[in-house]
């Protein structure tokens, strides 16, 4: 929030990334790269205003019990998957990531939010956590609508070199964080195409600035 005289930065933090070569920018994307995705919590931060209008919607309200037993509004309060303890243990085993996504907001969209082109293909999917395919199902959405907005089971996307994938789903599942080998990048137009689920989102469907 910006006023007169004032600035208040909400939920922000400040850090020295030391050393320079543990700094993942993009540099180093390239075609052949895997798509490694780790497990995501719940509902992290996307579309947290539809799962707000949904409870209106629902008789019992937040106090709705999910298929497997939990509350709406329990599920909905699960922490957020935090993930430095997986990219920390990634540089102690000598592993760079070439380029990082946070699966937020725009759901899969993200995956294509590096600035160059490149289509990302992805053939494996992660469990969908119970509240998310409630509220897709209650909400009417569409699978489209769906992995375009809420992070479907993948909370952060890694793209490393093919040798060192397996290696990373390893390290990252012996953080306690689930992971999975979910697809690579491929030279061609700016892209991500989900091939399970038959879905493909282009360029323009992506609206965040770089």
Not at 13 to 28: E, F, I, S, W
Not at 56 to 65: F, H, K, V, W
Not at 157 to 180: M, N
Request: aromatic letters at 6%.
């Amino acid at each position: 929030m910006v006023t007169e005289g004032a600035i208040d930065l909400a939920a922000s933090c400040v850090g020295v990334v030391r050393p320079k070569a543990r700094l993942t920018l993009g540099d180093a994307l390239a075609a052949g790269d895997r798509i490694v995705l780790l497990a995501s919590s719940g509902l992290h931060a996307n579309g947290v205003s539809l799962t707000r209008k949904l409870a209106e919607r629902l008789p019992q309200g937040l106090a709705t019990r999910l298929p497997d037993g939990q509350l709406y509004g329990e599920a909905l309060l699960v922490p957020t998957a935090l993930y430095p303890p997986v990219t920390e243990a990634l540089f102690a085993a000598g592993i760079v990531p070439h380029y990082a996504a946070n699966v937020t907001g725009h759901g899969w969209r993200k995956l294509m939010r590096h600035p160059g082109a490149f289509t990302y293909r992805l053939h494996t999917l992660p469990p969908v956590p119970p509240v998310l395919r409630f509220v897709q199902a209650q909400a009417g959405l569409d699978d489209r609508e769906a992995y375009g907005t809420f992070n479907m089971g993948a909370g952060f996307a890694l793209y490393v070199p093919p040798e060192q994938a397996e290696a990373v789903v390893r390290i990252s599942r012996a953080q306690g964080v689930d992971a999975w080998i979910a697809g690579a990048v491929e030279a061609g137009p700016k892209r991500v195409v989900i091939e399970p689920l038959g879905l493909e989102y282009g360029a323009g469907d992506l609206h965040v600035r770089a």
